[in-house]
Structures are given as structure tokens and as C-alpha cells.
DNA sequence: GGCGGCCATTATGAATTCAAAAATGTCAAA
DNA sequence: TTTGACATTTTTGAATTCATAATGGCCGCC
């Protein structure tokens, strides 16, 4: 085989910095290559190359791809090497109801803990985000729309449900940013997000917990619709 | 403490079979340590003790303690090895809603999915747990009881979401079975459980995804008490 | 000309080796 | 006697090496 075309002197090297062991700066390096697409679905992950492009040993790669296994990002056949696993339609159908659950979880425990600081900040972010809708203004609503989430999960003061609630929204990250809204669904995502708002300050932690949670189903339709169009 | 009893000539050294992977093996068998106590709670885990014990190397034993940090079953200090995870009453706090969301999720899945051989599958497990209940015997009550929940999982056809709650049982497996349940909160659950069998039968999703709710939450508090007397 | 088995190559799984950080033990001084 | 600095040992982190299963090309056969 030829060489490769793109030469990169020093592409994207993990540099060991004290405090961090090497394998956890691969873990989020690869995650980040995942959502990047630069590394394709259901394409085999050469191991070689990769340490070369990292300038690491096989070492802590092969310990990077077990974790990203675990998450669900990749899969690993024994003896058949890693790939990227595909995102299916249906894993939304899964994902989704899951994570419903999850933010209505929070969304209780949210009303409970929350401090009216609290509360303030995610009205700023609201009407910021409100602002870039008005605006049409996509992935600026999609990223306080993001922080407005997380927002409401930290303030559950639940560490184990935020542990699992990110970690299955890394699954789908890849969907979600792909996801091209139509604008009534858009409007009607605002309008859902007033409503979680207002619900959020009277602290009414049932009905906050229900909002959350026909919002997510509701948001559900839209990715799936986006990745639908690349069938399993 | 004099020497242990049995003396295993070949403790539990882990073979090689063609299929699985030396490190899947070794995460598993980690995790029945972790469970059987035989991995006490905050001790340090000697790499090369349990190389020696397991009979492989350090590569494999490394990989699936990653693994089973990224479970939370265990922590990895940089260069200070790895500890087994206390289970906290906090952590019961914090992981108990989230199964019970979980479970209300499946429930509801379940209502809409499960054939009529399934619930009569569950139903015979139930009145087989009612029994063990009659007599006292709690091991078996623990154990059906335990089946039972995992087949309303099963039926709810959500790998992902069967796969999380799987994940999150593991974490506090070992606070779980230590569980010395008082009659009193025994009976309790078992009318619990009688009418979670009703309201499956029935297929009435929104009101089993209630009942498990609670049903966990209950549960929460005799097994936080088990654990409670071991401060953290 | 196409297909199937055989051998060389390559990639993965695991063991070993090397390097560096942390723990331990020793000795001296306050 | 206690404390603190230094040297030694131990343990972990990472690279390298070895073994083995899978991939791919080649040749013979149908």
C-alpha cells in the first residue's frame, strides 16, 4: 500500500499531562473521532493506525476500546477487531423513552432542591434560547437548549441518575445533531419549553416530571425521522 | 486468622475458552468477588495477587478493571491502584428513584407488549413467591422476587433500557441481598406485589408504572437501613 | 473461467519487559 | 522519642514482544 495521502506531523498527539491517565485522554480522544465522524459507522477501527495517528502504544488504546465498549459506542468481536456501532431507528425508539424517564425523574427532585438562583439562571438561559428561535438561529437554540436540560438534571443533586442520563446521551449525540427540525415541531418544542419553565418555578415536581417527559417522546419522533433516511 | 479451610489447589484460575475473551472472563469473575465480599469494601486491589490467583497476566486483569470502573463497581486512582467502591446510603438514595423510574418504564412497555403467556409466566412465579413468602423462607422469596422484576424488564422489549436497570442492580447487588427485611415491611411488599400482578394482567401501564415507582421506593428505605449501620 | 482449499500475511489477544510514581523503611537530628 | 529527609522497594502505567486466530492472495481443480 502506498502512503497515505494527508501527512500530519504531529496529527493529533495525546500528550500525557501528569494528571490524567493515557487511557481516559484516548477514551474521550475516540469519543470525540465517533461524533466527529471520523470514524464511520460500522467501519473496523485499525488499531495500528490509530496508535500511530495518537502516538501511543496499543497498550492503553486496546484499554480505551473496552471502556467505549461498555458505553455502547463501539463493538468488540473477539478476534474480529472494534467498529463503530450504527445508530438504528429503533435505538432511538429505546434510548429515548429511557431518557424520558430519567429527566422526569429529575425534573422532580429538581422542584424539591432547586434554589431560586437556581431557577433564575435556567429562565435566563430559556429566554436566550427563546431568542435564538425568534431568531431562527438553529445551533445556537440546540446548545442552551442542551444546558437548559443539564441544568435541570445537576440541579436534582443526583449523581448516579446524571452519570447514566449522559452517558446514554452520548449515544445518541450523533442523531441529535443531525436532527434537521421542522420549523412546527420547532415552535412547538418552544412552546413545550415555556411550559417546563413556568412549571419549573411554581415547583410543581409531578407535573414538571410529566412535561419532561412528553417532550423528550415528542423530540424522539424528529431524530428518529432524521436517521431514518439510512435504514439499518 | 488461621488458614481457610478449603484449599483450592487451583483456586479459580480462569481457562480459556475459545469464545469469550480472557478479560470479559475476568470481569465477571471480579464482579462475584466484589459480591461475595471476598473483595472487601475500600481494601486496595493487589494486581499481582489476583494475577497470581486468577493464573494470567496483568494485561487482561487491567482491562477489565477499567471495565469495571467505568460500571462503578470499583475506583482507579492514578498510580494508587484500584479500591473497591463503598456502598454508601447515599448511593442508595440516589440510585433507588432511578430504578424505580426505570422500572415504571418498563411496566408501562410491558402493559403494551407481553403476551398472555408472559403473564401467566409471571403469575406462576408470583404465586411460587407468595409461598416461599407463607413459609418464611426468605432466600427463595428474594430470588423469585428478583426473577419477577426481571421478566416485566424482559417484557418490555428495551434492551437498552434492561441493560441500564441490569447495570444499575449490580451497583447495589451486594446492599440488596444483605437486605434483613422486618416482617412487618415483608408482608407489605408482598401486597405490593399482589396487586403489581393485578394491574399487569389488567395491562393498566400508567397505574404498574406507579406501582413499581413506589414499590422500589419502599424498598429503598429497608435496604438503606441494612447499610446504614456501617457509616460511610 | 469460476470455485475451493492451502499458505502467507496481518491484526488481534495476551504475556513480558521497561519506566516512573508512590509506598515503605531506615537513619539521623531535634 | 518523635519527626523528617533520603534511599530502597514495591506497584502501577505504558511499551514491546510473542502467540494465535482471521484475512487475503494464490494455485490447483472442477
Known amino acids: 500500500m502506498p502512503a ?8 493529533e498527539k495525546i500528550v500525557p499531562n ?7 485522554d484516548v477514551v474521550n480522544k475516540l469519543r470525540e473521532l465517533i461524533f466527529d465522524g471520523q470514524l464511520a459507522d460500522e467501519t473496523r477501527i485499525p488499531e ?3 496508535c500511530a495517528r495518537f502516538g501511543i502504544s496499543r497498550t492503553p488504546l486496546r484499554e480505551a476500546l473496552k471502556v467505549l465498549a461498555r458505553e455502547g459506542l463501539i463493538s468488540l468481536l473477539p478476534h474480529r477487531g472494534a467498529r463503530v456501532v450504527k445508530l438504528k431507528p429503533s435505538d432511538i ?10 429527566e422526569a425523574v429529575a425534573g422532580e ?14 429562565r435566563a438561559l ?5 431568542l435564538h428561535h425568534t431568531r431562527g438561529e438553529r445551533a445556537d437554540y440546540f446548545r442552551l437548549n442542551q444546558r437548559i436540560h443539564e441544568k435541570i438534571m445537576e440541579a436534582a443533586g443526583n449523581p448516579t441518575l446524571s452519570q447514566i442520563y449522559k452517558s446514554l446521551s452520548l449515544r445518541i449525540r450523533r442523531a441529535r445533531y443531525m436532527a434537521n427540525i421542522p420549523q412546527q415541531r420547532w415552535d412547538q418544542a418552544m412552546a413545550e419549553h415555556e411550559l417546563i419553565l413556568q412549571t419549573l418555578a411554581a415547583r410543581d415536581g409531578a407535573k414538571l416530571g410529566q412535561l419532561l ?3 423528550l417522546l415528542n423530540k424522539s419522533e424528529v431524530v428518529k425521522a432524521t436517521i431514518s433516511d439510512s435504514p439499518p
Open 4 to 11: 497515505p495521502v494527508t501527512i500530519d506531523p504531529a496529527p
Open 18 to 24: 501528569g494528571q490524567s491517565t493515557l487511557h481516559e
Open 48 to 50: 495500528k493506525q490509530l
Open 93 to 102: 425508539d429505546e434510548v429515548f423513552p429511557v431518557m424520558g424517564a430519567l
Open 109 to 122: 427532585a429538581a422542584c424539591r432542591n432547586i434554589s431560586e438562583e437556581g431557577i433564575a439562571e435556567i
Open 126 to 130: 430559556h429566554y436566550q434560547m427563546a
Open 213 to 215: 417527559k412528553t417532550h
